[in-house]
């Protein structure tokens, strides 16, 4: 029997992490019989409404290669998109054998950038290794980011410096 090599990212740790820290605040999450888009789908009441966001999970896994960035996200494909949807970004340390995220950021979808079939958020920028959140995007990330997520204008949330209410 041969062991093949671990994967180079960890994709399907990033989604769990992100579904455990989202259920640590309060969110139900859902997993689908398939995955078509949505990696899960969360929902909690807040003040007697239930919101449901579907969510998906794109991490950053970087090397030690990569060079300093002022603006490091997610630039890809995604297969489903929807107005109400959480695209949750972990960012990874180079160090592989990290047991989480350096941070995460919950970025609604009006955040997210379309070019054709290529969807652009980088809410991050990668200085001297680390992956940092940027001045303008720090309350989507990491706890200011998930009570955002209950917030019922989620969607439309803007880029700056306020707190989140």
Known sequence: MSSK???DTRDY?????VAGILGDAGWSVYFPKRDVGFDFIISKEVNGKVLIRPVQVKGKYPTAAKKNFPAFGYIGKLSQVHEEMVLA????PVDKTS????CVAYMPFARIRRNNFTYYCEPAQFKEGHSIPRRDYRKFFDQSGIRLIELPNWKNEPIGNHAPV
């Open 5 to 7: 090599p671990g994967p």
């Open 13 to 17: 740790f990033a989604e769990l992490y």
């Open 89 to 92: 970004i972990p960012f990874f």
């Open 99 to 102: 047991r989480s995220p350096l």
